[in-house]
Protein backbone atom coordinates (compact mmCIF):
# COMPACT_ATOMS: atom_id res chain seq x y z
CA UNK A 1 0.00 0.00 0.00
CA UNK A 2 1.39 3.43 -0.98
CA UNK A 3 0.63 6.56 1.08
CA UNK A 4 0.31 9.77 -1.18
CA UNK A 5 1.29 12.49 0.50
CA UNK A 6 -1.67 14.74 1.58
CA UNK A 7 -1.08 18.74 0.58
CA UNK A 8 -2.81 20.17 3.66
CA UNK A 9 -3.86 23.93 2.23
CA UNK A 10 -6.43 26.03 2.89
CA UNK A 11 -6.92 29.48 1.50
CA UNK A 12 -9.04 32.88 2.50
CA UNK A 13 -9.77 34.78 -0.34
CA UNK A 14 -10.00 38.76 0.57
CA UNK A 15 -12.57 40.18 -1.95
CA UNK A 16 -15.51 42.81 0.34
CA UNK A 17 -13.62 45.87 -0.67
CA UNK A 18 -15.50 48.34 -2.55
CA UNK A 19 -13.43 49.30 -5.69
CA UNK A 20 -14.17 52.93 -5.92
CA UNK A 21 -11.89 53.51 -8.42
CA UNK A 22 -13.23 50.85 -11.36
CA UNK A 23 -16.29 53.38 -11.48
CA UNK A 24 -19.04 50.48 -11.83
CA UNK A 25 -21.93 49.36 -10.61
CA UNK A 26 -20.56 45.65 -10.56
CA UNK A 27 -18.67 44.46 -7.46
CA UNK A 28 -14.46 45.23 -8.45
CA UNK A 29 -13.61 41.06 -8.28
CA UNK A 30 -16.51 40.46 -10.83
CA UNK A 31 -15.12 42.03 -13.45
CA UNK A 32 -13.58 39.55 -16.04
CA UNK A 33 -10.48 38.99 -18.14
CA UNK A 34 -11.45 36.81 -21.04
CA UNK A 35 -14.53 36.34 -19.86
CA UNK A 36 -13.70 35.39 -16.49
CA UNK A 37 -14.02 37.26 -13.28
CA UNK A 38 -10.64 38.42 -11.30
CA UNK A 39 -11.91 36.71 -8.24
CA UNK A 40 -12.58 33.21 -10.08
CA UNK A 41 -8.96 33.48 -11.89
CA UNK A 42 -7.97 33.76 -8.53
CA UNK A 43 -10.16 30.47 -6.76
CA UNK A 44 -8.70 28.66 -10.04
CA UNK A 45 -5.05 29.49 -9.63
CA UNK A 46 -5.01 28.30 -5.69
CA UNK A 47 -6.92 25.27 -7.04
CA UNK A 48 -4.63 24.34 -9.35
CA UNK A 49 -1.87 24.36 -6.68
CA UNK A 50 -2.51 20.57 -6.14
CA UNK A 51 -3.09 18.09 -9.31
CA UNK A 52 -4.40 15.39 -6.70
CA UNK A 53 -5.77 17.43 -3.62
CA UNK A 54 -8.49 19.86 -3.32
CA UNK A 55 -7.94 23.11 -1.51
CA UNK A 56 -11.11 24.72 0.05
CA UNK A 57 -11.01 28.42 -0.19
CA UNK A 58 -13.10 30.85 1.96
CA UNK A 59 -14.08 33.64 0.31
CA UNK A 60 -14.65 36.99 2.07
CA UNK A 61 -17.31 38.75 0.27
CA UNK A 62 -18.92 42.30 1.74
CA UNK A 63 -19.29 44.96 -1.45
CA UNK A 64 -21.46 43.43 -3.85
CA UNK A 65 -22.08 40.30 -1.71
CA UNK A 66 -25.11 38.61 -3.21
CA UNK A 67 -23.55 38.68 -7.14
CA UNK A 68 -20.61 37.49 -6.26
CA UNK A 69 -21.48 34.91 -3.54
CA UNK A 70 -23.96 33.86 -6.46
CA UNK A 71 -21.16 33.59 -9.32
CA UNK A 72 -18.77 31.43 -7.17
CA UNK A 73 -21.42 28.72 -5.87
CA UNK A 74 -20.44 27.00 -9.22
CA UNK A 75 -17.04 26.40 -7.33
CA UNK A 76 -18.02 23.43 -5.42
CA UNK A 77 -14.58 23.99 -3.09
CA UNK A 78 -15.55 27.76 -2.23
CA UNK A 79 -16.95 28.84 1.00
CA UNK A 80 -18.34 32.70 1.08
CA UNK A 81 -18.13 34.71 4.40
CA UNK A 82 -19.54 37.96 5.10
CA UNK A 83 -17.60 40.69 6.34
CA UNK A 84 -20.61 43.37 6.80
CA UNK A 85 -18.18 46.50 7.44
CA UNK A 86 -14.83 46.91 6.10
CA UNK A 87 -12.83 47.22 9.07
CA UNK A 88 -9.33 46.14 7.51
CA UNK A 89 -7.90 43.05 6.30
CA UNK A 90 -6.94 41.57 9.20
CA UNK A 91 -10.70 41.79 10.79
CA UNK A 92 -11.65 40.33 7.34
CA UNK A 93 -9.42 37.34 8.03
CA UNK A 94 -10.88 37.39 10.68
CA UNK A 95 -14.22 36.22 9.52
CA UNK A 96 -13.27 33.08 8.15
CA UNK A 97 -11.88 31.94 11.45
CA UNK A 98 -15.42 30.08 11.78
CA UNK A 99 -14.66 27.76 8.90
CA UNK A 100 -11.19 26.88 9.71
CA UNK A 101 -12.04 26.40 13.47
CA UNK A 102 -10.23 22.52 13.45
CA UNK A 103 -7.62 23.03 10.16
CA UNK A 104 -4.32 21.91 11.18
CA UNK A 105 -1.58 23.21 8.14
CA UNK A 106 -1.07 26.07 5.74
CA UNK A 107 -3.44 29.03 4.94
CA UNK A 108 -3.07 31.20 1.96
CA UNK A 109 -4.34 34.17 2.35
CA UNK A 110 -5.17 36.10 -1.42
CA UNK A 111 -6.58 39.13 -2.48
CA UNK A 112 -9.61 38.60 -4.98
CA UNK A 113 -7.86 41.14 -7.38
CA UNK A 114 -4.65 39.89 -8.29
CA UNK A 115 -5.66 37.55 -10.97
CA UNK A 116 -2.11 37.66 -12.28
CA UNK A 117 -1.10 35.10 -9.45
CA UNK A 118 -0.02 31.32 -10.62
CA UNK A 119 -0.62 28.53 -9.39
CA UNK A 120 3.25 27.52 -9.28
CA UNK A 121 4.17 30.19 -7.45
CA UNK A 122 2.32 29.98 -4.78
CA UNK A 123 2.68 26.34 -5.15
CA UNK A 124 6.80 27.26 -4.66
CA UNK A 125 5.33 29.76 -1.77
CA UNK A 126 3.83 26.63 0.05
CA UNK A 127 6.78 24.89 -0.09
CA UNK A 128 9.25 27.48 1.19
CA UNK A 129 6.86 28.04 4.18
CA UNK A 130 6.52 24.72 5.11
CA UNK A 131 10.13 23.81 4.35
CA UNK A 132 11.35 26.51 6.81
CA UNK A 133 8.99 25.59 9.20
CA UNK A 134 8.00 29.23 9.69
CA UNK A 135 4.91 30.03 11.32
CA UNK A 136 4.19 33.43 8.56
CA UNK A 137 5.89 33.93 5.68
CA UNK A 138 5.06 37.07 3.27
CA UNK A 139 5.37 37.17 -0.61
CA UNK A 140 7.22 40.46 -0.61
CA UNK A 141 8.05 42.16 -4.01
CA UNK A 142 11.56 44.89 -4.77
CA UNK A 143 9.64 47.63 -6.00
CA UNK A 144 11.91 50.66 -7.40
CA UNK A 145 8.72 52.83 -6.41
CA UNK A 146 7.53 51.28 -2.94
CA UNK A 147 5.14 54.25 -2.82
CA UNK A 148 1.95 53.10 -1.41
CA UNK A 149 2.78 49.33 -0.42
CA UNK A 150 3.28 48.27 3.14
CA UNK A 151 7.14 47.39 3.79
CA UNK A 152 8.86 44.74 4.76
CA UNK A 153 11.02 45.57 7.83
CA UNK A 154 13.59 42.94 8.53
CA UNK A 155 15.57 42.89 11.69
CA UNK A 156 19.77 42.14 11.91
CA UNK A 157 19.55 38.44 11.22
CA UNK A 158 17.33 38.54 7.81
CA UNK A 159 13.93 37.55 9.33
CA UNK A 160 10.87 39.56 8.82
CA UNK A 161 10.31 41.84 12.00
CA UNK A 162 7.19 43.85 11.65
CA UNK A 163 5.58 45.18 8.16
CA UNK A 164 4.70 49.11 8.21
CA UNK A 165 2.00 50.53 6.17
CA UNK A 166 2.61 53.55 3.87
CA UNK A 167 0.46 56.13 5.93
CA UNK A 168 2.21 54.58 9.21
CA UNK A 169 6.19 54.78 8.43
CA UNK A 170 8.65 56.88 9.43
CA UNK A 171 11.46 58.58 6.97
CA UNK A 172 13.70 55.79 7.36
CA UNK A 173 11.07 53.28 6.58
CA UNK A 174 9.74 54.69 3.28
CA UNK A 175 13.46 54.40 2.18
CA UNK A 176 12.70 50.82 2.10
CA UNK A 177 12.25 48.71 -1.16
CA UNK A 178 10.70 45.42 -0.35
CA UNK A 179 7.28 45.58 -0.21
CA UNK A 180 4.37 43.55 1.31
CA UNK A 181 2.48 42.02 -1.80
CA UNK A 182 -0.32 41.11 0.06
CA UNK A 183 0.03 36.94 -0.15
CA UNK A 184 0.79 34.90 2.93
CA UNK A 185 0.90 31.57 4.50
CA UNK A 186 -0.11 30.85 7.76
CA UNK A 187 0.67 27.83 9.97
CA UNK A 188 -2.89 27.74 10.96
CA UNK A 189 -2.99 26.13 14.80
CA UNK A 190 0.34 28.38 15.57
CA UNK A 191 -1.14 31.60 14.27
CA UNK A 192 -5.19 32.28 14.78
CA UNK A 193 -5.04 33.19 17.57
CA UNK A 194 -3.29 36.10 16.33
CA UNK A 195 -6.38 37.81 15.09
CA UNK A 196 -8.34 38.48 18.79
CA UNK A 197 -5.54 40.11 19.74
CA UNK A 198 -5.32 42.48 16.47
CA UNK A 199 -5.54 46.38 17.42
CA UNK A 200 -6.76 49.35 14.91
CA UNK A 201 -4.29 52.02 16.75
CA UNK A 202 -2.81 53.17 13.72
CA UNK A 203 -3.42 56.17 11.04
CA UNK A 204 -6.24 54.43 9.10
CA UNK A 205 -8.04 52.83 11.85
CA UNK A 206 -8.09 49.22 10.66
CA UNK A 207 -7.90 45.79 11.53
CA UNK A 208 -4.14 45.03 9.48
CA UNK A 209 -3.57 42.12 8.87
CA UNK A 210 0.00 42.88 8.30
CA UNK A 211 0.71 43.62 12.31
CA UNK A 212 0.51 39.48 12.78
CA UNK A 213 4.11 39.79 12.03
CA UNK A 214 5.18 41.81 15.13
CA UNK A 215 2.69 39.93 16.68
CA UNK A 216 4.44 36.29 15.72
CA UNK A 217 7.95 38.05 16.47
CA UNK A 218 6.91 39.24 20.01
CA UNK A 219 5.25 35.00 20.88
CA UNK A 220 9.08 33.88 19.39
CA UNK A 221 7.38 32.82 16.01
CA UNK A 222 8.95 32.88 12.91
CA UNK A 223 7.92 35.05 10.45
CA UNK A 224 9.64 34.83 6.88
CA UNK A 225 9.39 36.61 3.61
CA UNK A 226 9.21 34.55 0.34
CA UNK A 227 10.59 37.40 -2.34
CA UNK A 228 8.71 36.79 -5.46
CA UNK A 229 11.07 36.67 -8.94
CA UNK A 230 8.13 38.15 -11.30
CA UNK A 231 6.57 41.15 -9.39
CA UNK A 232 3.95 41.70 -12.00
CA UNK A 233 2.19 38.69 -11.00
CA UNK A 234 0.96 40.48 -8.12
CA UNK A 235 -0.54 43.25 -9.81
CA UNK A 236 -3.48 44.21 -8.21
CA UNK A 237 -6.86 45.80 -10.27
CA UNK A 238 -8.02 48.68 -9.04
CA UNK A 239 -9.11 50.75 -12.42
CA UNK A 240 -9.96 49.77 -15.59
CA UNK A 241 -6.37 51.23 -16.97
CA UNK A 242 -5.27 48.21 -14.72
CA UNK A 243 -7.76 45.33 -16.19
CA UNK A 244 -6.48 46.32 -19.32
CA UNK A 245 -2.81 45.64 -18.30
CA UNK A 246 -3.44 42.18 -17.13
CA UNK A 247 -5.48 41.36 -20.16
CA UNK A 248 -2.46 42.42 -22.07
CA UNK A 249 0.02 40.46 -19.36
CA UNK A 250 -1.91 37.26 -19.42
CA UNK A 251 -2.35 37.33 -23.04
CA UNK A 252 1.16 38.15 -24.38
CA UNK A 253 1.94 35.38 -21.55
CA UNK A 254 -0.42 33.26 -23.68
CA UNK A 255 0.86 33.83 -27.25
CA UNK A 256 4.50 33.04 -25.72
CA UNK A 257 3.79 30.20 -24.58
CA UNK A 258 1.94 29.01 -27.79
CA UNK A 259 4.95 30.14 -29.82
CA UNK A 260 7.29 28.04 -27.37
CA UNK A 261 4.76 24.44 -28.69
CA UNK A 262 5.01 25.10 -32.13
CA UNK A 263 1.99 27.34 -32.56
CA UNK A 264 2.73 30.09 -35.40
CA UNK A 265 0.91 33.69 -34.49
CA UNK A 266 1.41 35.79 -37.58
CA UNK A 267 0.77 38.99 -35.84
CA UNK A 268 0.35 38.99 -31.93
CA UNK A 269 -0.36 42.29 -31.83
CA UNK A 270 -3.36 42.00 -32.85
CA UNK A 271 -4.07 38.98 -31.80
CA UNK A 272 -5.72 37.85 -28.42
CA UNK A 273 -6.20 34.35 -27.24
CA UNK A 274 -7.45 33.36 -24.09
CA UNK A 275 -5.35 31.20 -21.45
CA UNK A 276 -8.10 28.87 -21.33
CA UNK A 277 -7.03 27.73 -25.22
CA UNK A 278 -4.57 25.21 -26.27
CA UNK A 279 -3.68 24.85 -29.72
CA UNK A 280 -1.78 21.77 -31.63
CA UNK A 281 1.49 21.95 -33.22
CA UNK A 282 1.55 23.36 -36.44
CA UNK A 283 -1.39 25.49 -36.64
CA UNK A 284 -1.04 29.01 -38.20
CA UNK A 285 -3.02 31.73 -36.45
CA UNK A 286 -3.90 34.30 -38.93
CA UNK A 287 -4.12 38.29 -38.05
CA UNK A 288 -6.99 39.91 -36.15
CA UNK A 289 -7.70 36.78 -34.35
CA UNK A 290 -9.55 36.69 -31.07
CA UNK A 291 -9.86 33.59 -29.10
CA UNK A 292 -12.17 33.80 -26.10
CA UNK A 293 -13.51 30.78 -22.91
CA UNK A 294 -12.30 27.60 -23.23
CA UNK A 295 -11.35 25.83 -26.26
CA UNK A 296 -9.26 23.41 -27.75
CA UNK A 297 -7.41 23.33 -31.54
CA UNK A 298 -5.96 20.76 -32.88
CA UNK A 299 -2.72 20.47 -35.23
CA UNK A 300 -2.13 22.03 -38.62
CA UNK A 301 -5.15 24.15 -38.60
CA UNK A 302 -5.45 27.62 -40.36
CA UNK A 303 -7.67 30.11 -38.13
CA UNK A 304 -8.27 33.47 -39.31
CA UNK A 305 -7.59 36.05 -40.15
CA UNK A 306 -11.07 37.65 -37.85
CA UNK A 307 -11.98 34.52 -36.86
CA UNK A 308 -14.07 34.70 -33.39
CA UNK A 309 -13.78 32.18 -31.00
CA UNK A 310 -16.66 32.34 -28.05
CA UNK A 311 -16.02 29.43 -25.96
CA UNK A 312 -16.56 25.27 -25.51
CA UNK A 313 -15.13 24.96 -29.17
CA UNK A 314 -13.34 22.20 -30.16
CA UNK A 315 -11.50 21.84 -33.71
CA UNK A 316 -10.04 19.11 -34.95
CA UNK A 317 -6.81 18.40 -36.80
CA UNK A 318 -6.19 19.77 -40.28
CA UNK A 319 -9.32 21.87 -39.98
CA UNK A 320 -9.57 25.74 -41.57
CA UNK A 321 -11.11 28.23 -39.79
CA UNK A 322 -11.83 31.19 -42.36
CA UNK A 323 -12.10 34.95 -42.07
CA UNK A 324 -15.41 36.39 -40.48
CA UNK A 325 -16.44 33.15 -38.85
CA UNK A 326 -17.63 32.90 -35.10
CA UNK A 327 -18.04 29.74 -33.31
CA UNK A 328 -19.51 28.89 -30.54
CA UNK A 329 -20.45 25.70 -28.07
CA UNK A 330 -18.86 23.77 -31.28
CA UNK A 331 -17.08 20.47 -31.40
CA UNK A 332 -15.61 20.38 -35.40
CA UNK A 333 -13.61 17.73 -36.52
CA UNK A 334 -10.80 16.93 -38.88
CA UNK A 335 -10.23 18.42 -42.51
CA UNK A 336 -13.30 20.39 -42.16
CA UNK A 337 -13.69 23.76 -43.52
CA UNK A 338 -15.49 26.55 -42.40
CA UNK A 339 -14.11 29.03 -44.43
CA UNK A 340 -15.87 32.20 -44.68
CA UNK A 341 -18.64 34.42 -43.09
CA UNK A 342 -20.29 31.79 -40.84
CA UNK A 343 -21.80 31.83 -37.56
CA UNK A 344 -21.36 28.01 -35.83
CA UNK A 345 -23.07 27.63 -32.74
CA UNK A 346 -24.52 24.49 -30.74
CA UNK A 347 -23.56 22.36 -33.17
CA UNK A 348 -21.39 19.55 -34.11
CA UNK A 349 -19.62 18.75 -36.91
CA UNK A 350 -17.72 15.93 -38.21
CA UNK A 351 -14.79 15.39 -40.05
CA UNK A 352 -14.23 16.59 -44.05
CA UNK A 353 -17.32 18.71 -43.86
CA UNK A 354 -17.28 21.50 -45.71
CA UNK A 355 -19.68 24.64 -44.31
CA UNK A 356 -19.96 27.38 -47.48
CA UNK A 357 -19.43 30.61 -46.92
CA UNK A 358 -22.56 32.86 -45.38
CA UNK A 359 -24.01 29.52 -43.33
CA UNK A 360 -25.86 30.32 -40.17
CA UNK A 361 -26.91 27.78 -37.42
CA UNK A 362 -30.01 28.91 -36.57
CA UNK A 363 -29.44 27.69 -32.62
CA UNK A 364 -31.74 29.87 -30.71
CA UNK A 365 -35.72 30.56 -30.04
CA UNK A 366 -35.74 33.90 -28.57
CA UNK A 367 -39.35 33.35 -27.35
CA UNK A 368 -38.64 30.18 -25.61
CA UNK A 369 -34.93 30.89 -24.98
CA UNK A 370 -33.90 28.01 -25.83
CA UNK A 371 -30.80 26.76 -26.90
CA UNK A 372 -30.78 23.64 -29.92
CA UNK A 373 -28.18 21.43 -30.97
CA UNK A 374 -27.73 20.31 -34.35
CA UNK A 375 -25.58 17.41 -35.54
CA UNK A 376 -23.77 16.94 -39.26
CA UNK A 377 -21.44 13.66 -39.80
CA UNK A 378 -18.58 13.66 -41.52
CA UNK A 379 -18.27 14.19 -45.18
CA UNK A 380 -21.22 16.35 -45.09
CA UNK A 381 -21.09 19.61 -47.43
CA UNK A 382 -23.29 22.59 -47.19
CA UNK A 383 -23.66 24.97 -49.91
CA UNK A 384 -23.07 29.20 -49.48
CA UNK A 385 -25.78 31.08 -47.37
CA UNK A 386 -27.48 28.19 -45.98
CA UNK A 387 -29.67 28.47 -42.95
CA UNK A 388 -29.69 25.22 -40.75
CA UNK A 389 -32.25 25.46 -37.98
CA UNK A 390 -31.32 23.26 -35.18
CA UNK A 391 -32.47 20.69 -34.36
CA UNK A 392 -31.40 18.91 -37.43
CA UNK A 393 -29.14 15.83 -37.90
CA UNK A 394 -27.66 15.35 -41.45
CA UNK A 395 -26.50 11.82 -41.84
CA UNK A 396 -22.84 11.07 -43.70
CA UNK A 397 -22.20 13.06 -46.69
CA UNK A 398 -25.33 15.04 -47.02
CA UNK A 399 -24.72 17.63 -49.68
CA UNK A 400 -27.40 20.73 -49.01
CA UNK A 401 -27.65 22.93 -52.17
CA UNK A 402 -26.66 26.87 -51.32
CA UNK A 403 -29.47 29.11 -50.22
CA UNK A 404 -31.27 26.76 -48.42
CA UNK A 405 -33.41 26.43 -45.14
CA UNK A 406 -32.82 23.34 -43.39
CA UNK A 407 -35.31 22.40 -40.60
CA UNK A 408 -35.67 18.49 -41.43
CA UNK A 409 -33.15 15.86 -40.72
CA UNK A 410 -31.72 13.94 -43.53
CA UNK A 411 -30.30 10.85 -44.55
CA UNK A 412 -26.99 9.54 -45.53
CA UNK A 413 -26.00 10.68 -49.40
CA UNK A 414 -29.03 12.17 -50.19
CA UNK A 415 -29.12 15.87 -51.37
CA UNK A 416 -31.57 18.37 -49.62
CA UNK A 417 -32.71 21.42 -51.20
CA UNK A 418 -35.00 23.93 -49.98
CA UNK A 419 -35.50 27.01 -52.28
CA UNK A 420 -37.51 28.27 -54.62
CA UNK A 421 -37.51 26.60 -57.48
CA UNK A 422 -35.91 29.31 -60.17
CA UNK A 423 -37.95 30.71 -62.79
CA UNK A 424 -36.74 32.58 -66.54
CA UNK A 425 -38.99 35.01 -68.07
CA UNK A 426 -37.75 35.15 -71.82
CA UNK A 427 -37.23 38.53 -73.10
CA UNK A 428 -37.96 39.94 -70.32
CA UNK A 429 -35.96 43.27 -70.52
CA UNK A 430 -37.50 43.95 -74.35
CA UNK A 431 -40.58 43.62 -73.10
CA UNK A 432 -40.01 46.54 -70.60
CA UNK A 433 -38.65 48.79 -72.86
CA UNK A 434 -41.19 48.21 -75.59
CA UNK A 435 -43.88 49.03 -72.70
CA UNK A 436 -41.63 52.48 -71.56
CA UNK A 437 -41.75 53.98 -75.28
CA UNK A 438 -45.30 53.49 -76.14
CA UNK A 439 -45.98 55.29 -72.97
CA UNK A 440 -43.68 57.72 -73.91
CA UNK A 441 -45.32 58.35 -77.65
CA UNK A 442 -48.72 58.41 -75.50
C1 LIG B 1 -2.61 45.91 1.75
C2 LIG B 1 -1.54 45.68 2.84
C3 LIG B 1 -0.23 46.30 2.35
C4 LIG B 1 0.17 45.69 1.00
C5 LIG B 1 -0.97 45.84 -0.01
C6 LIG B 1 -0.65 45.05 -1.26
C7 LIG B 1 -2.73 45.73 4.95
C8 LIG B 1 -3.01 46.51 6.17
N1 LIG B 1 -1.94 46.31 4.06
O1 LIG B 1 -2.80 47.30 1.68
O2 LIG B 1 0.80 46.05 3.28
O3 LIG B 1 1.35 46.32 0.52
O4 LIG B 1 -2.21 45.32 0.52
O5 LIG B 1 -1.61 45.27 -2.24
O6 LIG B 1 -3.17 44.61 4.83
N2 LIG B 1 -10.34 43.87 2.15
C9 LIG B 1 -11.43 43.26 2.71
N3 LIG B 1 -11.96 43.76 3.85
C10 LIG B 1 -11.44 44.84 4.48
C11 LIG B 1 -10.32 45.47 3.89
C12 LIG B 1 -9.79 44.97 2.74
O7 LIG B 1 -11.93 42.26 2.18
O8 LIG B 1 -11.97 45.23 5.51
C13 LIG B 1 -9.77 43.33 0.91
C14 LIG B 1 -9.87 44.27 -0.25
O9 LIG B 1 -11.06 44.03 -0.99
C15 LIG B 1 -8.62 43.92 -1.05
C16 LIG B 1 -7.63 43.43 0.00
O10 LIG B 1 -8.39 43.12 1.13
O11 LIG B 1 -8.86 42.85 -1.95
C17 LIG B 1 -6.55 44.45 0.31
O12 LIG B 1 -7.15 45.58 0.89
P1 LIG B 1 -6.67 47.05 0.59
O13 LIG B 1 -7.50 48.00 1.33
O14 LIG B 1 -6.54 47.24 -0.87
O15 LIG B 1 -5.23 47.03 1.26
P2 LIG B 1 -4.05 48.01 0.93
O16 LIG B 1 -4.28 49.30 1.60
O17 LIG B 1 -3.77 48.05 -0.51
CA1 LIG C 1 -4.88 47.44 -2.45
Known amino acids: MSFKSKTNIRAVILAAGKGTRMKSQKPKVLHEIFSKPLVGRVVEAIENISKEDEIKSVVVVGHGADEVEKYLSKYKNVTCVLQKEQLGTGHAVSMALDELKNFKGTVIIACGDTPLLKSATLKKMCEYHEEH ?14 FGYGRIVRAQDGSVEAIVE ?60 FVIEDASETLGINSRYQLAQATEILKTQKLKELMDEGVTIIDPQSTSISPET ?14 NGENKIGRNCKIGP ?20 ELKNAVIGSHTNVSHLSYVGDASLGSNVNIGAGTIFANYNSITKE ?6 ANGVSVGSNAVIVAPVELEENVFVGAGSVITKDARKDSLVLSRSAQKEYPQWVEKQKNLLNKKGEE
Open 133 to 146: NADVTVMSAVFENP
Open 166 to 225: QKDANDEQKTIKEVNTGVYCLKWESVKNSFKELKNNNSQGEYYLTDIISWARQKKKKALS
Open 278 to 291: TIGEDTIIYPNTYI
Open 306 to 325: FSHFRGNVEVGDCSKIGNFV
Open 371 to 376: KKKSTL
